[in-house]
């Protein structure tokens, strides 16, 4: 059977990375967090000294660019491929509420969004791809065969971010995860470059009220929907 790319785009904590691990597993397919190797950027130039609160040095990110080295390794007991930044598993490290208030701000760097795009492009040139992110279906994938866009209420959505830090052990505030969420929104949606943007040929879900079982179902019917007529 023919393989087709799966671009999975929308706002944050709407559980693209979840649907997308899922829809990999059921197909067969490599899964790609496109939205962890930004992290995995923001994570390096945390370490660096490149930004914190109230700084951002970007031309010195850009400058130091070429000693990043991301690359995914399949962990088969979690059952997907882990983000590594310099041969050093950093999964868990990125996921942290301060690397999310960071994330955006990297994410607009034109140098990196060109980096990192032409590795993701690189990933899905044989197909049989499920990669999610903000821009997958309009400039990383826009001929993906299957093309979808999700997104909730940010109040939702903070709140499913808040659980699952809390379950992970950090301490953090509702109100800080809700800001967090929110302002997110507006960099990701007015950067320059590549803002996050429904493409004309997606599929939306709104997953505010929705059980995420229930959507599964019914974007994997869709999928097959796709393939079939391959």
Do not use: C
């Not at 950027?41 to 914190?52: C, D, E, P, R, S």
């Not at 040095?57 to 997907?80: H, K, M, S, T, W």
């Not at 826009?142 to 808040?162: G, H, N, Q, V, Y």
Request: aromatic content about 10%; overall charge negative.
């Amino acid at each position: 059977m023919k393989k087709i790319t799966i671009a999975i785009d929308g706002y944050s904590s709407t559980g693209k990375s979840t649907l997308a691990k899922q829809l990999a597993k059921e197909l067969g397919y490599v899964y790609i967090d496109t939205g962890a190797m930004y992290r995995a950027v923001t994570f390096f130039a945390m370490q660096k000294g490149l930004i914190k609160a109230n700084y951002f040095n970007q031309q010195g990110l850009i400058d130091a660019l070429d000693q990043i080295q991301l690359e995914f390794q399949y962990n088969p007991v979690r059952g997907f491929a882990e983000i590594h930044l310099n041969q050093k598993n950093v999964e868990e490290a990125i996921r942290t509420l301060e690397v999310s208030s960071f994330v955006s701000q990297i994410a607009q760097v034109s140098e990196v969004r060109k980096k990192l795009v032409e590795q993701q492009q690189s990933f899905g040139r044989s197909k049989g791809v499920v990669m999610d992110g903000r821009d997958i279906g309009t400039v990383v994938f826009p001929d993906a065969e299957l093309k979808i866009f999700m997104t909730a209420s940010p109040e939702i959505r903070a709140k499913r971010r808040f659980e699952e830090l809390l379950e992970k052990g950090q301490k953090v505030r509702f109100e800080d995860v809700y800001n967090n969420v929110v302002e997110r929104d507006r960099i990701d949606t007015t950067r320059e470059d590549s803002p996050l943007v429904k493409a004309f040929d997606a599929v939306e879900f709104d997953n505010t009220n929705v059980d995420k079982e229930a959507q599964f179902l019914q974007i994997a019917a869709l999928a097959q929907e796709v393939l079939d007529q391959q």
